[in-house]
């Protein structure tokens, strides 16, 4: 079945950006929406955005400004960067994949990232 | 951004009890209502999509239902292992946004 693995830095300095790696395995990138999730310590989920197998990106209003994430199906990975990162940005990443309208039906393990002053 | 509002945010429930919990969106969103459950250190599972079908492997205690912008996950007979944080989550729109969560105690 479907696997994913989430991969980059735990710790990454204020101001900087954060990047991260998401490795699909046991199944194709294409037909689907590949999403990234963030979870700050002992809170709810926030939909971060996602990028459509062709490169078709979306992204939450709310870091729109900060934020980039690309596909590489040559790999079979998609990618999140986001940028100028500050404490608020500490949190557990989780990328998962969904269809249009769907629900997110595999997710990866999370990764934690700390931003450090 | 459509607000969905979980309620309680914790509950404390006996093995064998019937639980629910509900979710409220600040405007229609149709069916694209899912439901999750996040374990300590875990990522959230997929229980229930579109806002009553039950995921594969899912047992079935748990379902979902819906009338107009009121969603409901029920648990009809509470056991240990259910306990847990769940989120519901709309995919009608982007931003696609979760409720606060519900923490499941057990009593």
């Known amino acids: 079945q479907v696997q994913l693995q989430e991969s980059g830095p735990g710790l990454v300095k204020a101001s900087e950006t954060l990047s991260l790696t998401c490795t699909v395995s046991g199944g194709s990138i294409s037909s689907y929406y590949w999403s990234w999730i963030r979870q700050p310590p002992g809170k709810g989920l926030e939909w971060i955005g996602y990028?459509?197998?062709?490169?078709?990106?979306n992204y939450n209003p709310s870091l729109q400004s900060r934020v980039t994430i690309s596909a590489d199906t040559s790999k079979n990975q998609f990618s999140l960067k986001l940028s100028s990162v500050t404490a608020a940005d500490t949190a557990v990443y989780y990328c998962?994949?969904?269809?249009?309208?769907?629900?997110?039906?595999?997710w990866g393990q999370g990764t934690m990232v700390t931003v450090s002053s | 951004d459509i607000q969905m509002t979980q309620s309680p945010s914790s509950l404390s429930a006996s093995v064998g009890d019937r639980v629910t919990i509900t979710c409220r969106a600040s405007q229609s969103i149709s069916s694209y209502l899912n439901w999750y459950q996040q374990k300590p250190g875990k990522a959230p599972k997929l229980l229930i999509y579109a806002a009553s079908s039950l995921q594969s492997g899912v047992p079935s205690r748990f379902s979902g239902s819906a009338s107009g912008t009121d969603f409901t996950l029920t648990i009809s007979s509470l056991q240990p292992e259910d306990i847990a944080t769940y989120y519901c989550q709309q995919s009608y729109i982007t931003p696609i946004t979760f409720g606060q969560g519900t923490r499941l105690e057990i009593k």
């Open positions: 998962a994949r969904s269809t249009y309208g769907g629900p997110f039906d595999v």
């Open positions: 990028v459509y197998y062709s490169g078709n990106t």
